[in-house]
């Protein structure tokens, strides 16, 4: 899914939310001539009776408002903040990323494809009546909640950015049909400040719907994926899922400079390839892809996600591969930076499996790790 109009989702200099980003991301995947083995599509903006599948009509009000007069920005809506600068044009930037999202979504559900990637979006903090970390509309819940209106009864919604999928979440708090799991830096040292293992979802049907699991600050390569793979695998597979949708916010890596994980784009590559085999394993192939966070703009951003298309368009890259020159003069034009010399970090992406070396009780990740499995397993019928 691409538009070059999603670049007009710019909060304006000195905002860590460069859409230089976006512009870099699609330049690379050209490089690797990935838009000619992908089908590139550009849909429509959502349009207000798909924004209010999770957002309430007084908040597109306002951001209606915001965007048309960005000095009238009601900040009890979360806009106008320094998060979130209100600035011209921003419902239809918005609404355009929210758009890419659905139809994604749709595609997928209708098997026009097996697997859409719209690594514009990913905007997972938005609440349904409030702008919130970067995020005006919530494109991933928006997607999500298309499939249930289209007729799924089991949607899974893996979040690996390093921030917790909190708005995803609260749309979906007390719905059965939908298995939310976020994995993420630990709230006591990061923004929003939520996401512990104790948030499951509502009392009722919806218990276990929720899954959180709050890694350390510092948590490298070995400990990420040994997180991942003692927690997401199994429990995709007790939920059953038609459809997958996964955000692969790319902030986890060492060099952001807004989070404290020390993870390689390497790892963030494997575990695309992960959810990638998650899909066709438990649905069918039917994976949406989305982007998310991520603020080193020209060296991890880019990688991470050309990594992320060039799975889903069943062409990996293999790391060790140069990065294109003309792709690097680009950045330079762009940026007055360097670019990355390889599609690596040069990270050999391994960890202990948890089934088989155990549990060390002395080990804060491990600790993180148990604790989200009690939490949520045994909801599930799994063994914690």
Known sequence: MWDEAVTGYDFG????????RLFLTMRLVEAFGLDRVARTVAAPPAGESTLRLVHRPDYIAAVRAASADPQTAD?????GTPDDPAF?????AAALIAGQSVAAAEAVWAGEAL???????????????????????????????????????????????????DGVQAAFWDDPRV???????????????TGRAHETGAEGPAAGSAANLA?????????????????????????????????????????????????????????????????????DGRWVALGGGGYDVTDVVPRSWTHLVALAAG??????????????????????????????????AQWRDFETTGYDPADRLDQAVLATRRAVFPHHGLLP
């Open 215 to 283: 890694l350390p600050a510092g948590t490298g390569d070995a400990g990420w994926l040994r997180a991942f793979h003692a927690v997401v695998p199994e429990l995709l597979t007790a939920f059953r899922p038609q459809v997958l949708v996964t955000q692969h916010g790319a902030d986890t890596h060492f060099e952001d400079p807004l989070a404290h994980l020390a993870v390689s784009v390497d790892a963030q590559r494997a575990v695309a390839d992960t959810c990638h085999r998650l899909a066709h394993d438990l649905c």
């Open 13 to 20: 200099p000195g905002h860590p939310m460069d859409p230089v």
């Open 315 to 348: 062409r990996p890259v293999d790391p060790a591969t140069p990065v294109p020159e003309d792709w690097r003069h680009e950045v330079f034009r762009r940026t007055r930076q360097l670019g990355p010399l390889r599609m690596t970090d040069g990270a050999a």
């Open 75 to 79: 900040a009890s809506y979360g806009l």
């Open 115 to 165: 697997h859409a990637v719209n690594f514009t979006g990913g905007l997972h903090h938005a609440m349904p009546g409030s702008a919130s970390g970067f995020c005006v509309y919530n494109d991933a819940a928006l997607a999500v909640a298309r499939l249930l209106e289209l007729g799924a009864e089991r949607v899974a919604y893996v979040d690996v950015d390093v921030h917790h999928g």
């Open 88 to 92: 011209a044009g921003m419902h239809e």
């Open 179 to 193: 298995l939310t799991v976020s994995l993420h830096e630990d709230p006591g040292t990061l923004f929003p400040g």
